[in-house]
């Protein structure tokens, strides 16, 4: 079976800290994702990438950058974190290939910033 | 054991056809069932059920959930190519004030040909 893993599945950071999230897939994934979920409002792309050090903003990048220096790691990252981050996070990865739209989706990991 | 079951995994109709999808779920907590489509590479948000029997309508979509038998269907109408995705049921457990995350089921990849 297929495995993304986040690193955390709860977090608790104070106001200003640096946050880093890690997600690692274990299938060869050329696709990885980053998304928040929070209530009413479902799934938000923060960021993704498509291959190594290549990454692309989402719907809601302000406030996160991201890592990708090896092609199973994708890293999240709240430079400064705020309490309107505060948030459910889920890390995916699907394979690279026209029409293929099956994503794998890690258990999420919950930040709260205080 | 998988906590979210979607059936069928695949399948395949013709434009105007309708199909059912269906979700069942065995988790503890529950909180609410959602749905989503996922084409190319970002998941988009359909329904967030919380009620039994209370229908959710979009368009040619609804959904409804029976949170006695643990299950929620995801209805289609006069299927359009389209509507052609993997369609996600996912379900959020919780107590208390907060969430204790999201468990995905595994898809149905849905084909509407022409």
């Known amino acids: 079976d297929v495995k993304v893993t986040q690193s955390s599945r709860y977090l608790v950071k104070r106001t200003g800290e640096k946050v880093f999230l890690e997600c690692v897939q274990d299938?060869?994934?050329?696709?990885m994702f980053w998304y928040r979920q929070d209530p009413g409002l479902g799934l938000r792309l923060i960021y993704f990438?498509?291959?190594?050090?290549?990454?692309e903003k989402g719907d809601i990048p302000e406030g996160y950058s991201v890592s990708r220096e090896k092609k199973e790691r994708f890293s999240l990252i709240l430079e400064s974190a705020s309490t309107n981050q505060t948030s459910m996070y889920l890390c995916?990865?699907?394979?690279?290939?026209?029409?293929?739209?099956?994503?794998?989706f890690g258990q999420g990991t919950r930040l709260t910033v205080v | 054991e998988d906590k979210v079951v979607q059936s069928p995994l695949s399948l395949v109709v013709h434009e105007g056809d309708t199909v059912t999808l269906n979700c069942s779920y065995e988790v503890t907590n529950f909180r609410s069932l959602l749905w989503y489509k996922q084409e190319k590479k970002a998941p988009t948000f359909l329904f967030m059920l919380?009620?039994?029997?209370i229908e959710k309508k979009s368009g040619r979509l609804s959904s409804i959930l029976d949170k006695k038998e643990l299950f929620s269907i995801l209805n289609i109408t006069a299927t359009q190519t389209g509507d052609s995705a993997i369609y996600l049921c996912?379900?959020?457990?919780?107590?208390?004030?907060?969430?204790?995350?999201?468990?995905f089921g595994k898809g149905t990849h849905l084909i509407i040909q022409p």
């Open positions: 996912a379900v959020e457990e919780g107590s208390g004030g907060g969430a204790d995350g999201l468990t």
């Open positions: 995916a990865s699907s394979p690279l290939g026209r029409g293929n739209t099956e994503a794998f």
């Open positions: 299938m060869d994934h050329e696709n």
């Open positions: 990438s498509y291959d190594v050090k290549m990454k």
């Open positions: 919380t009620s039994s029997g």
